[in-house]
């Protein structure tokens, strides 16, 4: 019987929520809070946790030392530290979950949050990759590497490089993930439709190049804030004829478009989103969660159609 994780929703959406606002404009995104409401951030990851999530990511996607310094107006010590610090939240929050619900033994995992460099940029271009061919490699390194080595030097227990739109940026990721040869992650691309990530380089050969980059760190690979219509399309055969076949992994958002003017708007056209998760799992996806307008009581149907399966599975 294969272990199915199921991930946590969109941090953003649900703390935007608890506040009472949209922060989708915010360059620091739900990162700000990390300094503003750290209370918030706390009871927000308990909300995940109560709908049943086995791993919560930090609220970390838009955290970087160059952001935190810019707009935080923090010194890079203190950015650092409030990167470091955002661990330490999921913790207390998994420690007050399990002492609430009188829980000592489940084993509840933290993943580090890594967004791309574009959404430091704050135009849109995480869902594009425009970036790729003038921003260097040596430059998303410098960038990317301390707020990795906070995260790690914080406690996470794997990192999560999440919305990843060019095949370049995942590769400089995964070179930094090499330095930390104890250290696992997952590897997230952002996808424009059924068979292209964002900067349109094919998906599947993408995937399939990364991971065979590095199996031994790579816990799982796939695909977040997609809709969730074409998550077959995308994965269909994936892991056919393929030897070691790839742990796979997606987080979908709620199918809904964003832009400033309208704000999040369309959406899923008849079919919510737990009642993908069959077929998603009959494909073999076994790492399972949301992502932007994913409220944790999307986790807690996802995690009632998981745990239908499991039993339709094990007789």
């Known amino acids: 019987m294969m272990e199915i994780k ?50 919560i990511s930090t609220n970390t996607y838009q955290a970087s030392i160059d952001g935190f310094v810019k707009y935080l107006n923090l010194s890079e010590r203190e950015s650092y530290d409030l990167i470091k610090e955002a661990v330490g939240l999921a913790r207390k929050a998994i420690s007050i ?81 090499k330095e930390f040869p104890n250290m696992k992650a997952w590897l997230s691309f952002n996808c424009k439709d059924g068979k292209s990530i964002a900067s349109g380089e094919a998906f599947q050969e993408t995937l399939k190049k990364c991971y065979k980059m590095n199996p031994n760190q790579l816990l799982a690979v796939g695909a977040n804030c997609i809709a969730p219509e074409i998550v077959e399309q995308l994965f269909c055969d994936i892991n056919m004829g393929e030897g070691n076949p790839m742990p796979l992994l997606v987080y979908p958002n709620s199918g809904e478009f964003y832009n400033k003017e309208v704000g999040w708007h369309g959406g899923v056209k008849g079919k919510s989103v737990e009642n993908y998760v069959e077929s998603w799992l009959n494909m073999g996806i076994t790492w399972i969660g949301g992502c932007c307008r994913m409220y944790a009581e999307n986790i807690s149907k996802i995690g009632e159609v998981i745990l239908k399966w499991r039993m339709q599975h094990s007789k």
């Open 6 to 55: 199921l991930l946590d929703g969109g941090f953003g959406s649900q703390i935007g929520k608890r506040i009472n606002r949209t922060i989708d404009d915010d360059v620091l995104w739900s990162a700000r809070l990390l300094s503003t409401n750290k209370a918030e951030v706390i009871n927000t990851h308990l909300d995940f946790l109560q709908a049943g999530a086995n791993i």
């Open 97 to 177: 979950y399990k002492s609430r619900n009188n829980i000592e033994n489940t084993n509840i995992l933290v993943a580090g949050s890594v967004g791309p460099y574009g959404a430091f940029l704050h135009d849109g271009s995480e869902y594009t990759g425009n970036y790729k061919d003038s921003i260097s490699s040596s430059i998303l390194n410098e960038w990317h590497k301390p707020r990795i080595s906070a995260l790690i030097e914080g406690g996470i227990d794997l990192l999560a490089f999440e919305t990843i739109p060019c095949e370049k940026e995942a590769v400089v990721l995964l070179s930094i993930l």
